[in-house]
């Protein structure tokens, strides 16, 4: 079971007259912050948004910054099991059409087949680190899947919406055509981003997916 060390150093830094800016002492003890704070509720807190390696803690008007920030170093503090939470969460599935244009490139960077990067993409529980680049994009991590590999060397001009890629330690489903450099794996129909929904996005931080190959339609 995954554990956060009490006491484990937490740097806040103000950011502004109403932020404080939250940095981890690594990636794992940033996916337990993150989880303790969506799960513990603080007076003063308006907002929370992770990022890649800290998370800004956004505060209500007239908040005491210093009652706040003593407060998310007592959260921080608090040695816990979030990992159960975690487990007991329901993940949403996102079908996908394996196939992509850099798939077989990708395997070969990987040093396994396309075959073995299809499974491991589909048995990993991938968890939103967080939101970026355009409105509904997460970046999702699955350590234990091992599939880092690096952008493509050269971006493209339009990556079509529902593209299914990796890159950096990252897996993520472009929820727009737009430029990027990510390896293309697979496509998938899923909508990541509807305005006519009462929640536009269909990811945000914390949120666990799991991606279920599909045959071509």
């Known amino acids: 079971m995954s554990r956060t060390p009490a006491g484990a150093e937490l740097i806040v830094r103000r950011a502004g007259d109403r932020a404080l800016l939250l940095e981890p002492p690594n990636r794992n003890t940033l996916a337990e912050l993150i989880s303790r704070l969506q799960g513990t509720p603080i007076p003063g807190v308006s907002d929370i948004l992770p990022a890649a390696r800290t998370v800004l803690v956004t505060l209500q008007p007239r908040a005491d910054a210093a009652a706040v920030e003593k407060r998310?170093?007592?959260?921080?503090?608090?040695?816990?099991?979030?990992?159960?939470?975690?487990?007991?969460a329901a993940a949403v599935e996102i079908p996908v059409r394996y196939?992509?244009?850099?798939?077989?490139?990708t395997a070969a960077l990987l040093g396994i087949t396309e075959s073995e990067l299809i499974a491991r993409h589909?048995?990993?529980?991938?968890?939103?680190?967080?939101?970026?680049?355009a409105p509904g994009?997460?970046?999702?991590e699955a350590p234990e899947?091992?599939?880092?590999?690096?952008?493509?060397?050269?971006?493209?001009?339009?990556?079509?919406?529902?593209?299914?890629a990796l890159a950096g330690g990252y897996s993520a489903v472009y929820p727009r055509t737009s430029p990027g450099g990510w390896r293309i794996i697979g496509t998938t129909q899923a909508r990541l981003w509807d305005l006519d929904r009462p929640e536009p996005a269909l990811l945000r931080p914390g949120t666990l997916v799991r991606f279920v190959a599909v045959e071509p339609s």
């Not at 589909?122 to 680049?133: M, V």
């Not at 994009?137 to 999702?140: D, I, K, N, R, V």
């Not at 899947?145 to 299914?164: I, N």
């Open 137 to 140: 994009f997460g970046y999702l």
């Open 145 to 164: 899947a091992g599939l880092e590999v690096p952008r493509r060397d050269q971006s493209r001009t339009a990556v079509p919406a529902g593209a299914v």
């Open 99 to 105: 196939g992509g244009e850099d798939l077989a490139e």
């Open 122 to 133: 589909t048995a990993a529980r991938w968890r939103c680190a967080f939101i970026g680049f």
């Open 72 to 88: 998310l170093r007592a959260v921080n503090a608090v040695e816990g099991d979030t990992q159960r939470t975690a487990d007991a």
